[in-house]
């Protein structure tokens, strides 16, 4: 696509339920990293990928997190049992590999209530 | 690990007035990104400067590497330009994941 797509946009859930975030990035683009930003701080790094593979997931803080990314493409994230701490914008980013400029999505706002 | 500051931390302008932020790291990076967080939380793009400089419009930016730190220049402000402007390094070790820094905020007025 023209650019990094995420869905939802707003998600709000009750403590406890389990959220998947969906990042599309953009066509060609073999690296994709996942940040969560909380308001008014920058954004920190979660995980990454190279093509479908997970190199890098040392910034999932706990193993409630999961990303994938099956075919290389699409990816998603996944909070299992939500807590209200995790309420943050999820943000998706892509590009053509490292030393190469990113591109962010609009973001996931999470709200756990 | 490594350290991304960047000041000042908060930036009030009259429309129409120059400014400068500036982004220290403190190791060597392979990647520097400058990015504008608008209104609505849209992170944009500005600059992929490792090193050099690079102009877009009003917008400039320079990157010394060897002395480890970045400078963004803005032009004849706008009350468009008020956000959050982050600096985004990437290690030259490491690679893989880019570290923001806390980010100046900038309120341009009328």
């Known amino acids: 696509g023209a650019g990094v797509s995420q869905s939802p946009r707003y998600k709000v859930t009750k403590r406890g339920q389990d959220v998947a975030l969906r990042c599309d990035p953009i066509s060609g683009h073999v690296s994709l990293y996942w940040y969560r930003q909380a308001l008014g701080q920058g954004p920190e790094f979660l995980t990454y990928?190279?093509?479908?593979?997970?190199?890098?997931k040392s910034g999932l803080p706990n193993d409630r997190f999961s990303a994938e990314r099956p075919e290389g493409s699409i990816s998603t994230l996944t909070i299992q049992r939500t807590e209200q701490r995790d309420s943050a914008m999820y943000r998706c980013?892509?590009?053509f590999g490292s030393g190469n400029t990113i591109y962010f999505g609009e973001g996931s706002w999470l709200t756990v209530v | 690990g490594i350290q991304v500051e960047q000041s000042p931390p908060d930036l009030i302008l009259q429309e129409g007035a120059n400014s400068t932020l500036r982004c220290n790291f403190s190791?060597?990076?392979?990647?520097l990104q400058w990015f504008h967080q608008n209104p609505w939380g849209q992170l944009i793009n500005l600059f992929y400067?490792?090193?050099g400089t690079k102009q877009n419009g009003r917008l400039s930016a320079t990157t010394v590497a060897t002395e480890r730190y970045s400078l963004l220049y803005i032009s004849s402000s706008q009350t468009t330009d008020s956000g959050v402007y982050f600096c985004a390094v990437e290690l030259r070790n490491t690679g893989n994941q880019f570290y923001f820094g806390t980010g100046t905020s900038l309120t341009v007025i009328p």
């Open positions: 190791d060597s990076v392979n990647n």
């Open positions: 980013a892509s590009s």
């Open positions: 400067i490792p090193s």
């Open positions: 990928f190279n093509y479908e593979a997970q190199q890098d």
